[in-house]
């Protein structure tokens, strides 16, 4: 089984539970509060070590209490560590996270430390990035760094997905072309692509246009309905599942760390997707973003409950 890349951020998560959102001036009281590992980039690479899959993680913690912690995180899942390394004098990366009783989610992010990783980490990690099967990105990083990451991915013929969250207008088309995966949610897709979307036509169409500029597969995310495909293989959308929602933080991460787990697995893009839909579903249904992701074997249940 092909090992997984994760290049891109790790945070803090503060995630606190509240009823509504205070005004300006307002000081309001909040039911509860949970202190989590996550960051987009941790979040995926934690998803697919859940999985079964052999993760690489290449990242940068800060220079305070909050990185040994992470690193500890990471060594718990039997992630590769190698290239998490430190960075002297910044703050970890953190991310207050408000989550309101409808299970939706409103996230700040500090990027810290993540902000220092650069092209230089990725040409340090190069040796052990040719042993990889895929290369995970994320936005929480710097471009430059992402841009050298598709490069080296290039360079080695390693498959590079990238997950444009938070999202950015204007990424290079050139770095764009080269993507074998791209799999952005409905709000990434309109900024990338600056078309509208609104629902599963406007995405489609929103799809094709990026598909037309040269990445092969892209696949979108669209929480409770699913998530749609447009690439080589064609096009076809899968519906969502319906969950109990109480926490939707991090349910795309947990969609992404399950598809590359899916792929480096062999398996097809339909099944890798569908499994992909399914994991996500089931992480919403429980608190926080990485303690959300189900184990395999839990996993692996949930999934014989459904009709597929
Ligand atoms: O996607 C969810 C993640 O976004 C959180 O874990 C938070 O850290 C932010 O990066």
């Known amino acids: 089984m092909g090992k997984i890349a994760v290049i891109g951020s ?28 996550g960051g987009k980039g941790a979040n995926q690479a934690v998803a697919a070590a ?5 993760v690489l993680m290449v990242t940068k913690v800060g220079d305070d209490l909050f990185a040994d912690n992470t ?7 039997g992630i590769d560590t190698r290239h998490v390394t430190r960075a002297p004098g910044r703050s970890s990366g953190v991310a207050p996270i408000f989550v309101q009783p409808d299970s ?54 390693i498959p590079v997905l990238l997950n444009p969250a938070p999202a950015v207008a204007d990424l290079s088309a050139a770095h764009l072309a080269r993507l074998d995966y791209f799999v952005p949610n409905e709000t990434e897709l309109a ?62 991460d947990a969609f992404i760390g399950c598809f590359a787990h899916g792929r480096v697995q062999g398996l097809g893009l339909r099944d890798a ?17 990485q303690t959300s992701y189900p184990e395999a074997a839990v996993f692996e249940d949930y999934l014989a409950s459904l009709d597929l």
């Open 10 to 37: 790790n945070m803090v998560d503060l995630i606190t539970y509240i009823e509504r959102l205070p005004v300006q001036g307002e000081t309001l009281e909040a039911p509860d509060f949970a202190l989590g590992c």
């Open 50 to 54: 859940k999985l079964g899959s052999e």
């Open 71 to 77: 690193l500890a995180n990471f060594r718990r899942f």
């Open 104 to 157: 939706h989610n409103s996230i700040l992010i500090v990027k810290g430390a993540n902000a220092a990783l650069g092209p230089a980490d990725i040409q340090a990690a190069e040796a052990d990035l040719r042993d990889c099967a895929l290369i995970v990105l994320q936005l929480e990083i710097a471009l430059e760094t992402v841009y050298a990451a598709i490069d080296c991915g290039q360079r080695l013929g």
């Open 191 to 252: 900024l990338v692509s600056g078309l509208p979307v609104q629902d599963r036509e406007s995405a489609f169409a929103a799809a094709r246009v990026l598909a037309g500029r040269g990445i092969r597969h892209v696949v979108v995310t669209l929480g409770a309905q699913g998530a749609l495909y447009v690439g080589e293989e064609g096009e076809f959308s899968l519906p969502g599942q319906t969950v109990a929602a109480i926490d939707t933080t991090g349910a795309g």
């Open 273 to 289: 997707m569908q499994r992909a839909v399914a994991y996500s579903a089931l992480s919403v249904t429980g608190r926080g973003t």
